[in-house]
Each structure stands twice: as structure tokens, then as C-alpha cells.
């Protein structure tokens, strides 16, 4: 069963950045299309961006277009979401997931247990 590990998280101040990062110990990523997702309180959760097995291909949602970048690094085993210019409403739980052999969009089929983002001054 995949199991799938996010960090990164943390409290960073409007503007500022970092970077979340994905792994699955014991199991090869680059079989998995990878997708980020978020859910802050009271909201439905949130699609924000998912990357193909090979890394070819990529999407991202309207509202962190431009900010955020997905890439992988199926050497190391490994998926990022490198987030710049955060601002206070990206601030929520974010999850990794992953789809086997598959493609984006993803239907969810392995979820990690979600690492915190907090922007705020």
C-alpha cells in the first residue's frame, strides 16, 4: 500500500515562500501521477496542481497560477511544490496524492497526511 509523506510546512510571513515536499518510502514515484491539494477550515478541499509520471506535463489551479511550481525528481524518489509570493488565503492543509499509472487530473486513489501552511504577519 502506498503510503505518502508530506513536509515543508510552516508559518512564513505574506510574500515569503517554501517549498513542500512528497515522498513514498519503499515504493518508485515515477509509476504515480502526483497532485497537490489543500483545504482550509470551513472550505471544500482544493486542487492546486498535479504533474505526470514523467514529469512532462503539468497544471496548475487559476488561484496559485503563476505563484507555485510542481516538479519531481523520480531519481530521488521525490515531488515538490515550490510556492512563492504566498499570501495569507493560501494558508491551509496541504496533501499530496498519488494515482498509479495514471494521469492528471487525479481521482485521489493514495492520499499523505497533509502538512500545514500558515502565511500570516
Known amino acids: 500500500q502506498l503510503q505518502l509523506v508530506e513536509s515543508g510546512g510552516g508559518l512564513v510571513q505574506p510574500g515569503g515562500s517554501l517549498r513542500l515536499s512528497c515522498r513514498s518510502p519503499?515504493?518508485?514515484?515515477?509509476?504515480?501521477?502526483i497532485g497537490w491539494f489543500r483545504q482550509a477550515p470551513g472550505k471544500e478541499r482544493e486542487g492546486i496542481s498535479c504533474?505526470?509520471?514523467?514529469?512532462?506535463?503539468?497544471n496548475y489551479a487559476d488561484s496559485v497560477k503563476g505563484r507555485f511550481t510542481i516538479s519531481r525528481d523520480n531519481a530521488k524518489n521525490l515531488v515538490y511544490l515550490q510556492m512563492n509570493s504566498l499570501k495569507p488565503e493560501d494558508t491551509a492543509v496541504y496533501y499530496c496524492?498519488?494515482?498509479?499509472?495514471?494521469?492528471?487530473?487525479?481521482?485521489?486513489?493514495?492520499w499523505g497526511q497533509g502538512t500545514q501552511v500558515t502565511v500570516s504577519s
Open positions: 496524492a498519488a494515482d498509479y499509472l495514471s494521469s492528471c487530473p487525479l481521482r485521489g486513489d493514495y
Open positions: 519503499g515504493f518508485t514515484l515515477g509509476y504515480y501521477a
Open positions: 504533474i505526470s509520471k514523467d514529469g512532462s506535463s503539468t
